[in-house]
T-cell receptor
Framework: SAVISQKPSRDICQRGTSLTIQCQVD?????MFWYRQQPGQSLTLIAT?????????ESGFVIDKFPISRPNLTFSTLTVSNMSPEDSSIYLC?????????FGPGTRLLVL | AQSVTQLGSHVSVSEGALVLLRCNYS??????LFWYVQYPNQGLQLLLK??????LVKGINGFEAEFKKSETSFHLTKPSAHMSDAAEYFC????????????FGAGTRLFVKA
């Protein structure tokens, strides 16, 4: 399976600022996903990022708040914009290989 | 529409006891089913998956799960719990018709008592 890394692994940010999370995969993949996991909760899909096209956002998530880039088949970024304490979560990048999703280690974000 | 229900947000077992984590799914087409484990401060790791081959699936760390179509279940078991099994476990479902979009259950936290 693909090996996925994320940077940063954790961060503490002030409200009103933005944070960009990077996701790097060791092989070329078509479909990449960004998830949010709020404290004590399950995973919620934010968006699907395919190379060469605009990201597809799930209900409740908008591009202005969570802009995504997908410049090539091994890399993607998610920006959390104008952060508030409610954005404190783990953000997970994942890739799809056939029918299975594989996950990165996550980025733990705390917004004060 | 697909859905996953994990019965029990918390399960506590003694070390050496049987682990049973329950998962029921809803899908209008033959599903793909998954169990993931999340250790503290880590991402999700695939434990095992069912993709329409053998109904009894063996995974890593001694875990296995059985796909029961008649019961729409995919329960996760391990004969003897270890302290290191303490983690959050997620059941998930996807299908080819849905472009393999994966739906996750709410998760079950497993506690292992010494």
């Amino acid at each position: 399976s693909a090996v996925i890394s994320q940077k940063p692994s954790r961060d503490i940010c002030q409200r009103g600022t933005s944070l960009t999370i990077q996701c790097q995969v060791d092989s070329q993949v078509t479909m990449m996903f960004w998830y949010r996991q709020q404290p004590g909760q399950s995973l919620t899909l934010i968006a699907t990022a395919n190379q060469g096209s605009e990201a597809t956002y799930e209900s409740g998530f908008v591009i202005d708040k969570f802009p995504i880039s997908r410049p090539n088949l091994t890399f993607s970024t998610l920006t959390v914009s104008n952060m508030s304490p409610e954005d404190s979560s783990i953000y997970l990048c994942s890739v799809q290989e056939q029918e299975t999703q594989y996950f990165g280690p996550g980025t733990r974000l705390l917004v004060l | 529409a697909q859905s996953v229900t994990q019965l029990g947000s918390h399960v506590s077992v003694s070390e050496g006891a049987l682990v049973l984590l329950r998962c029921n799914y809803s899908s209008s087409v033959p599903p793909y089913l998954f169990w993931y484990v999340q250790y503290p401060n880590q991402g999700l790791q695939l434990l095992l998956k069912y993709t329409s081959a053998a109904t009894l699936v063996k995974g890593i760390n001694g875990f296995e799960a059985e796909f029961k179509k008649s019961e729409t279940s995919f329960h996760l078991t391990k004969p003897s719990a270890h302290m290191s099994d303490a983690a959050e476990y997620f059941c998930a479902v996807s299908d080819r018709n849905g472009g393999f979009k994966t739906i996750f259950g709410a998760g079950t936290r497993l506690f292992v008592k010494a």
